[in-house]
Structures are given as structure tokens and as C-alpha cells.
């Protein structure tokens, strides 16, 4: 498994989560990063993401709320996600593709290589 998420759960609307997302064969600065989610019936949809320098990157509906960030040491991504709302339901993905250098915005799920198996995020009203 190259990429191995955790930290997912259920929760009550306003509550917070972390999602924790190992990477050991590929180093933090290696490439872009980030999170999607996918809910029943509906596209896989960008989250967060964060490139080889560091930056960050942010779907507009959880902008604000949530927090994309790297342990370089532990080779891990992480996803802070504060004040959830139950539209936030889903299964969250962590991905990655070494191709991915010198991006700077939050590319399209096809663009991607490298996927985890996904941690399911329930929020309940």
C-alpha cells in the first residue's frame, strides 16, 4: 500500500476531525499532494492540496475550515477539518502522482496516480 489513510469517523455537525495519510515511499516535498471526497452518486471532488514548496490549496466550500499540512519527518499528510457540516459526508481520499511538480493549483482527479483506499467522514445534523 503506498498511500495509507486514517482517522476518519463519525461526528456531529460543528465537531472537528484529522485524517492522517502515511506516504513512506515518496518524500513530503516529492510532489503535489492532496485530499478528495466523494459522496453517493456524486464525482469524486477536490478538498485540499499542497505543492512542493509548501503552498496550499483549498475548495471554496471548505475554505476556512479546514487545514492541509505535511509532518515531513513522519512522511505524512494530514487534513485538520474543523466545524463540520453534514454536506462534508463522504469517503476521503488522499493522493499523490510524482508528475505532479511545479503545480500550483489543485489539478483534476485524472491527473492523479497514486490513491489511497479512502477513510469514510460522517457528520450528522
Known amino acids: 500500500v503506498q498511500l495509507q489513510e486514517s482517522g476518519g469517523g463519525s461526528v456531529q455537525a460543528g465537531g472537528s476531525l484529522r485524517l492522517s495519510c502515511a506516504h513512506p515511499?515518496?518524500?513530503?516535498?516529492?510532489?503535489?499532494m492532496g485530499w478528495f471526497r466523494q459522496s453517493p452518486g456524486k464525482e469524486r471532488e477536490e478538498v485540499a492540496g499542497i505543492d512542493s514548496d509548501g503552498s496550499t490549496y483549498y475548495a471554496a466550500s471548505v475554505k476556512g475550515r479546514f487545514t492541509i499540512s505535511q509532518d515531513n519527518a513522519k512522511k505524512t499528510l494530514y487534513l485538520e477539518m474543523s466545524n463540520l457540516k453534514p454536506e462534508d459526508t463522504g469517503t476521503y481520499y488522499c493522493?499523490?502522482?510524482?508528475?505532479?511538480?511545479?503545480?500550483?493549483?489543485?489539478?483534476?482527479?485524472?491527473?492523479?496516480?497514486?490513491w489511497g483506499q479512502g477513510t469514510q467522514v460522517t457528520v450528522s445534523s
Open positions: 493522493t499523490l502522482d510524482p508528475l505532479l511538480v511545479g503545480v500550483t493549483a489543485i489539478p483534476p482527479v485524472a491527473d492523479f496516480g497514486v
Open positions: 515511499n515518496y518524500g513530503s516535498r516529492c510532489c503535489f
